[in-house]
């Protein structure tokens, strides 16, 4: 079965390679909301859209959209999407891989069509980089890219709407972005990300639901002083009180099953080696499948920042920047993709997502099913993140059974 895709497997893998030197710095995979490299990656995607027979549109949120007609009209719309951003420092297939799939599936068609219409969409948007706020593109789809997300700025004072202008697209256009069609579904690959299907050998896996997470910013602010005059016993240190309350972060998630908390962002001001930190703002990152635990564990963790900032004699912020709770994928939906695994003679591993996707917005509106590629070291959001041929190979394969299985099934 998968040597029959293997050739195909190869040149997406390829093309996930190509799309990755549309980068904001020299060698590394860095490529957030609308900067300048996503034009050259939309030229290269619009390109390979067009060979697999698609009509290519960018809308007004700066999602490339290409769609597949289907042969018979007031079929339901199937959306196959994932996302062109990336983090910084990134791997070449978180988000990418799910694009370039989608229209490699499109090709092996090679001009065949569903009674039901296809729409491939690259997401401007998922990882939340720019602008603090992750699925600028797919909330969008979803009608939910409001004046406040418009006016969010990043670190540059540029907001949303300026970062759409200068794209040379229309922020008070963002609306026609919305799907419209009755009954749409939405289905997207991904690499996992972690270590599950690594650890149990196998290729795919089908998501059930994804963790809910939430996101805030916290601001320590101090006395900046000198290093050299100041006494220990009359500092109020910024980076010290913030490196406190980071130690307590990990414990606290260790102590908890199934909890993930991460400070993955610092700045500290004014950065010089020879002046006491007067301020530091540190980003949060709280994850579990239940959203009262992870409530709880946001609430314990800002109380004992309050507390640590009380004792050091510092003031404290902050700015909740997320709540996005748990979703699960559509049971029925996500049965007929499971299915779609085992004809072609996988095991199916079903499986919780640890990582935010655009399917737990798209699931706000419509079915949504997901299914993961193996990330061999369950190594991700850095460079050395892969994906085997044979398990790309082994995802087309379902991918078309699961196409086949919508086609006879199509209501
Ligand atoms: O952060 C995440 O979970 C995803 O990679 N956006
Ligand atoms: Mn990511
Ligand atoms: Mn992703």
Not at 77 to 89: A, K, R, T
Not at 143 to 155: K, S, T
Not at 297 to 321: F, H, N
Request: charged share 25%; net charge negative; proline share 4%.
């Amino acid at each position: 079965m998968t040597d029959h895709y293997l050739a195909a497997a190869t040149e997406i893998i390829a093309r996930c390679r190509a799309l990755a030197v549309h980068s904001e710095e020299q060698g590394y995979l860095t490529r957030t909301f609308l900067s300048e490299p996503m034009r050259s990656t939309h030229i290269t995607v619009r390109e390979w859209m067009e060979q697999a027979g698609m009509n290519v549109r960018i809308d007004h949120a700066g999602n490339i959209r290409g769609c597949y007609g289907g042969t018979e009209s007031g079929r339901r719309l199937l959306i196959i999407g994932s996302h062109l951003d990336s983090v910084p420092h990134a791997g070449i297939f978180d988000g990418a891989l799910g694009v370039v799939l989608a229209i490699g599936l499109l090709q092996i068609l090679d001009g065949r069509r569903f009674r039901f219409p296809i729409e491939v969409i690259g997401f401007s948007e998922e990882e939340g980089v720019r602008f603090g706020v992750p699925f600028i593109g797919s909330r969008a789809l979803i009608g939910e890219l409001d004046g406040a997300l418009l006016a969010r700025q990043d670190p540059q004072g540029i907001t949303v709407s300026d970062a759409i202008r200068h794209f040379g697209l229309d922020p008070s256009r963002v609306e026609e972005a919305a799907i419209s069609q009755d009954k749409p579904r939405y289905l997207e690959f991904h690499i996992e990300q972690g270590p599950v299907l690594d650890s149990l050998g196998l290729p795919l896996g089908v998501v059930e639901a994804i963790v809910g997470q939430s996101r805030l910013d916290l601001q320590f602010t101090g006395q900046a002083n000198h290093a050299g005059t100041t006494p220990m016993n009359l500092r109020h240190d910024a980076l010290a009180g913030a490196a406190e309350w980071i130690a307590v972060v990990e414990r606290e998630a260790a102590a908890v099953d199934d909890l993930v908390a991460t400070v993955g962002r610092a700045d500290v001001k004014p950065g010089a080696g020879n002046v006491i930190p007067g301020f530091v703002s540190v980003s949060l990152d709280v994850r579990h499948p239940s959203d009262t635990a992870r409530h709880d564990c946001v609430k314990r963790l800002t109380q004992k920042a309050d507390q640590i900032a009380a004792r050091r004699g510092l003031t404290i912020s902050m700015e909740s920047r997320l709540d996005q709770p748990a979703v699960k994928m559509d049971a029925g939906f996500t049965n007929q993709l499971a299915g779609a695994v085992e004809r072609c003679d996988y095991p199916v591993k079903r499986m919780n997502s640890g990582a935010g996707h655009d399917a737990m917005i798209m699931a706000r509106r419509m079915p949504s099913a997901m299914l993961f590629l193996r990330s061999p070291r369950g190594i991700s959001h850095h460079p050395d993140e892969s994906v085997l041929a044979e398990d790309v190979a082994a995802a087309l394969a379902a991918g078309l059974f699961f196409l086949e299985d919508l086609e006879r099934h199509d209501d």
